[in-house]
């Protein structure tokens, strides 16, 4: 080849190519606009819905800790059987609370819990709510402030007595604009005396924890339950660092309690805060990876919308191809050309959808009050769809065209 | 010793295949076109012309054959190397023009100097703007094809052809989507080309337009008819002010 002038590729060569790719996004502002606004899409898209699936974690995990990190809860062991939970083995009973209280020593705090649906009626309204039958315990397990009146004594968990302390929501509706202590309220036909309302807790996955009657157990299981088993109960450990102990000892002491031979399975579940929270934070990872899902689906057309823009100008590039080929490019100019193209392209939209998602989310707390931290997670993957797509979309058809015959490429319809 | 022969083709052969069909476009050609011709290439539609055009400007291969272009034995080329000899070595000019849209016509013409990898050329901008006012557009250079008629924008497309000073100017029925002036102009162009040393080949169905060539080559079904001197070129008027060469 000694009669070219010159064949080797310097790097004021590239930055021709370069300048090249950068003047077509220029020149054809129209796809590029359009292409840009497809990824666009597509990374906020990411970005907003992985980002709210993290921010619902981080929230209940932060209510789970609100719940006191030393916490053990028990419970009779239950399946789901035909599509409802029912309860397997034996229930929680008196005689499991008092085994707790008097025979463990990694355990400073336990309250057997009864839940149950009632209707709530004050001469003001009333309202279908649920009512808990706990101990005095229960308050400092749960770290539940009373903010006005006070919580029941261990006196009256004894003498069963009808008092009991409300939750926001209920006094809201049930006693509007008034003092609720010292009124009474009627629980289903039993009526109780207010002696307490409860600090606001919001909502907890979903539910108004606000939306609650608290009494002592023993009112409950007599006047109301007409049972005399749990649901479940609750303990603290004594530290934070002895919540295991505590619960092998309550696994231990229930198999006592239970009368269970060595051989046998346990009937009833314990478990500490630190597990609740990891099996919510499995729900939650399957919420994620749903509005993941849904992300995904908008980048698809996102990219969809970026992949006809460049079917569309296909045949246009192909014909510039030709034309370029023709005048002397190597194939790897038109790729080099193609590549910086579908790369500038792709981080600009990148760059902007990423912003644009922050800005969705801050609205989103602005508007609605979720908190929502952008996740990285969401922006890498976010990023490295979207210049998938435009790499793919942009320099793949490119490639095709390059490496055909430059009187092909002229020639393509 | 004599100057090479600018191109040299022996035995040259192009099958297409379209599934069971094969055609014959060129069946052993020989052509020989030393420096300083100036050849129209004539014959019926399907004869053969634009695809031995086509491999004469090394935008198509050969089935068989070989092809000497200005000493070199462009058969025995990789595909960068082809590049390369189609932008420092040929000036090719389609009927079609086959400018970059929403592109000036300043930057089409400097296209070629883009991928051209010798750096023995000076400011891109002036080499372009020359090959501009060659062809009478000095007056035309930030025009957009869109905003140019078509005998300019061929004219855009003959810069461009020039602007790495080939060996060879190739030029597909240049004239093809014009009228008669504006092919008039373009044909008288390239015989101002060509008295300026330039080497010619031309494709054209147009009688009045070859001869202003000095030599006609005539195909049929993909061989040389006949291959003749043109005794009585038409005479050129003189170049005007801004039509310089
Ligand atoms: N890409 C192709 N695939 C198949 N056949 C082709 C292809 N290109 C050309 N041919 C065939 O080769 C033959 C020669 O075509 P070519 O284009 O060289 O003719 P031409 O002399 O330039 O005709 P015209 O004057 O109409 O331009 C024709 O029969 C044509 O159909
Ligand atoms: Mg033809």
Wanted: net charge negative; aromatic share 6%.
């Amino acid at each position: 080849m000694n009669t070219l002038k010159g064949t080797k590729t310097s790097l004021a060569f590239v930055a021709k190519i370069v300048h090249i790719a950068l003047e077509a996004i220029v020149k054809n502002r129209n796809r590029s606009f359009l292409t840009t606004l497809g990824i666009i899409i597509g990374v906020a898209a990411v970005i907003m819905t992985i980002s709210a699936g993290e921010g619902a974690r981080l929230e209940i995990e932060k209510q789970i800790e609100g719940l006191g990190v030393n916490m053990v809860m028990i419970r009779a062991k239950q399946e789901p059987r035909g599509g409802i939970v029912v309860r397997v083995g034996k229930p929680i009973t008196v005689k499991d609370y008092e085994m707790l209280q008097q025979n463990a020593v990694w355990i400073n705090r336990v309250s057997p819990v009864v839940g149950l649906g009632v209707r709530v009626i004050s001469p003001w309204g009333n309202k279908n709510s649920f009512v808990y039958g706990v101990s005095d315990q229960h308050f400092d397990i749960m770290a539940l402030q009373v903010i006005s009146g006070e919580g029941f004594t261990l006196a009256d968990v004894k003498a069963a007595k009808k008092v009991c302390l409300i939750g926001e929501t209920i006094r809201e509706e049930l006693f509007p604009n008034l003092d609720p202590i010292g009124q009474e309220v009627r629980i289903n036909t039993v009526p109780f005396t207010i002696i307490g309302l409860l600090e606001e807790q919001g909502q907890f996955m979903g539910q108004d924890q606000d939306d609650m009657v608290v009494a002592p157990y023993t009112t409950v299981v007599n006047r109301l339950y007409g049972d005399v088993n749990f649901n479940s109960m609750l303990a603290s450990a004594i530290a934070e660092d002895h919540v295991e102990d505590a619960k092998q000892e309550t696994i231990a002491l229930l198999r006592e309690s239970h009368k269970l031979l060595p051989d046998e399975p346990d009937d009833f579940e314990v478990m500490t805060q630190l597990e609740l929270m990891e099996i919510t934070g499995q729900i939650t990872g399957i919420l994620t990876i749903l509005l993941a899902a849904i992300a995904s689906i908008s980048l698809l057309v996102g990219g969809i919308g970026i992949m006809n823009i460049m079917l569309v100008s296909v045949t246009e590039r192909t014909r510039e191809i030709g034309i370029r080929l023709a005048l002397g490019a190597r194939e790897s100019d038109i790729l080099t050309q193609f590549l910086i193209e579908a790369v500038a392209l792709s981080a600009a939209g990148g760059v902007v959808g990423i912003g644009l998602g922050v800005l969705g989310n801050f609205l989103i707390y602005k508007f609605t009050g979720f908190f929502i931290p952008t996740s990285y997670t969401s922006i890498v993957i976010g990023f490295g769809f979207s210049a998938m797509i435009g790499v793919g979309f942009g320099y793949f058809p490119a490639r095709k065209a390059a490496r055909l015959n430059p009187i092909d490429a002229l020639h393509y319809e | 010793m004599a100057a090479p022969n600018v191109i040299e083709v022996k035995k040259l052969s192009r099958i297409f295949r379209n599934g069971d069909i094969e055609v014959h476009a060129l069946k052993d050609v020989d052509l020989v076109i030393g420096p300083g011709e100036f050849v129209a290439i004539m014959g019926a539609s399907g004869s053969g012309k634009s695809t031995l055009l086509s491999i004469l400007g090394c935008l198509d291969k050969p089935t068989t054959g070989e092809y000497f272009l200005d000493g070199v034995h462009v058969t025995g080329l990789d595909k960068n190397e082809l590049a390369d000899v189609r932008n420092q070595k040929i000036g090719f000019i389609f009927q079609s023009y086959n400018l970059l849209p929403r592109t000036t016509a300043l930057e089409n013409v400097g296209l070629p100097l883009v991928y051209n990898r010798s750096s023995l050329f000076g400011n891109p901008r002036e080499i372009a703007t020359k090959a501009l006012q060659q062809v009478g557009l000095g007056d035309r250079l930030h025009h957009k094809p869109n905003q140019m008629s078509g005998g300019q924008q061929q004219r855009v497309a003959i810069a461009r052809a020039l602007v790495n000073d080939p060996a060879i100017i190739l030029a597909d029925e240049a004239t093809g989507n014009l009228d008669s002036k504006a092919s008039i102009e373009i044909a008288e162009l390239f015989v101002r080309l060509n008295d300026a040393g330039k080497t010619i080949i031309m494709i054209t169905h147009e009688p009045d337009i070859a001869q202003y060539a000095k030599r006609i080559v005539t195909f049929r079904d993909g061989i040389i008819a006949a291959d003749q001197t043109v005794a009585q070129r038409t005479p050129v008027h003189l170049p005007t002010s801004n039509k310089t060469i």
